[in-house]
């Protein structure tokens, strides 16, 4: 039996092979990926569990504003997940406090906490955990269907990640330390190879090709904390980028999440 599936629309149709086609309609045109029929069959039956499940679930996200706490409300936002802003007091100490500390033994933030009727609350402790738990909730929101498409958008993912924002939050270690020299050269070098997206933006409207995914969020959050930094007058396409990301409405949204003022 062949059975094709049309994630925009949701239609699901079937032959007589035993060929698996999932169709994937893209803005540019239809792309096809070929799975196996078990794998498929597992994926309706999870997909119809998530959704049944996910109905009744309440959403509560811990943080401060802080770059994790904000790319996870970004996600969440841009998903369309609705969830309650608790806002936790970091200067205030709150995060080491039992009632946090019982949440996430590590005290830090954001938490996401999901409230599930008659079941046992579900708790995830790690913005980008936080991020791939929204993209999946909502496929096609956050990340393409495609196969490849995906993969892309997961290299610039783990790209800022890793090569930007890990930098970033080590320099951010070194100042508290008092290492100011290092933690400047760290951030010199993140902006640095930050800077480098621009080919990313060059050919393409987003960092993985032509819809907004996670890639965007990580590198956005992480290019506005050093906007002042950057040589936006060499750097045309990352700065239409910029601009463009920063005026949408998702992104607006989840930047003012845990804003006090
Ligand atoms: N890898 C974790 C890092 C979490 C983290 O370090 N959170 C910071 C705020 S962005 C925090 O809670 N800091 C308080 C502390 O360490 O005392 C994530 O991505 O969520």
Redesign the pocket.
């Given at each position: 039996m062949r059975r094709m599936w049309t994630p925009d629309t949701g239609r699901t149709s079937t032959s007589q092979d035993n060929a698996v086609h999932v169709v994937a309609v893209s803005n540019s045109g239809i792309d096809m990926d070929w799975h196996s029929v078990a794998a498929l069959d597992d994926f309706f039956v999870n997909e119809h569990y998530r959704q049944v499940d996910a109905m009744d679930a309440i959403l509560e996200l811990y943080?401060?504003q802080?770059?994790?706490?904000t790319?996870?409300a970004i996600a969440l936002e841009e998903a369309g997940l609705p969830y309650t802003v608790r806002l936790?007091d970091?200067p205030g100490g709150e995060?080491?406090r039992a009632g946090h500390l019982a949440l996430n033994p590590?005290?830090?933030?954001?938490v996401l906490v999901e409230h599930r009727p008659g079941k046992p609350d579900f708790v995830l402790?790690?913005?980008?955990?936080?991020m791939l738990f929204a993209a999946e909730r909502v496929p096609g929101r956050l990340l393409p269907h495609t196969e490849r498409a995906r993969a892309t958008a997961y290299e610039r993912f783990f790209f800022f990640l890793t090569d930007v924002i890990g930098p970033a939050?080590a320099s951010f270690f070194l100042q508290n330390q008092g290492i100011a020299d290092g933690a400047a050269r760290l951030i010199e070098r993140m902006i640095t190879t930050l800077e480098t997206a621009d080919l990313y933006v060059e050919t393409d409207e987003y960092m993985a090709g032509d819809a907004f995914s996670i890639a965007d969020i990580a590198a956005f959050t992480i290019a506005a904390s050093v906007e002042t930094q950057v040589a936006w007058a060499r750097l045309p396409n990352l700065r239409r980028w910029y601009e463009m990301v920063g005026s949408r409405p998702s992104v607006v949204r989840g930047q003012r999440a845990f804003d006090l003022s």
């Amino acid at each position: 039996m062949r059975r094709m599936w049309t994630p925009d629309t949701g239609r699901t149709s079937t032959s007589q092979d035993n060929a698996v086609h999932v169709v994937a309609v893209s803005n540019s045109g239809i792309d096809m990926d070929w799975h196996s029929v078990a794998a498929l069959d597992d994926f309706f039956v999870n997909e119809h569990y998530r959704q049944v499940d996910a109905m009744d679930a309440i959403l509560e996200l811990y943080g401060s504003q802080t770059g994790n706490c904000t790319r996870s409300a970004i996600a969440l936002e841009e998903a369309g997940l609705p969830y309650t802003v608790r806002l936790v007091d970091l200067p205030g100490g709150e995060h080491r406090r039992a009632g946090h500390l019982a949440l996430n033994p590590a005290g830090k933030v954001p938490v996401l906490v999901e409230h599930r009727p008659g079941k046992p609350d579900f708790v995830l402790t790690q913005s980008n955990a936080i991020m791939l738990f929204a993209a999946e909730r909502v496929p096609g929101r956050l990340l393409p269907h495609t196969e490849r498409a995906r993969a892309t958008a997961y290299e610039r993912f783990f790209f800022f990640l890793t090569d930007v924002i890990g930098p970033a939050h080590a320099s951010f270690f070194l100042q508290n330390q008092g290492i100011a020299d290092g933690a400047a050269r760290l951030i010199e070098r993140m902006i640095t190879t930050l800077e480098t997206a621009d080919l990313y933006v060059e050919t393409d409207e987003y960092m993985a090709g032509d819809a907004f995914s996670i890639a965007d969020i990580a590198a956005f959050t992480i290019a506005a904390s050093v906007e002042t930094q950057v040589a936006w007058a060499r750097l045309p396409n990352l700065r239409r980028w910029y601009e463009m990301v920063g005026s949408r409405p998702s992104v607006v949204r989840g930047q003012r999440a845990f804003d006090l003022s």
